[in-house]
């Protein structure tokens, strides 16, 4: 699990951060895939 997972999920939980700064977090390695589909329920999509 990240470093960071449970702070992120609690400010997603509270609505202080939503999908695309999630989908950033998982670009700059703070949250992984996995943990971004833990969290939203739904699955990360790469971009091209």
Known sequence: MSKD???IKAWYDM???D???LRNAVA???LTASEYEKIT???YAYAE
């Open 28 to 30: 700059k390695g703070k």
């Open 19 to 21: 999908d695309v700064r």
């Open 5 to 7: 997972y449970a702070l």
């Open 41 to 43: 329920g739904t699955e």
């Open 15 to 17: 609505g202080l951060w």
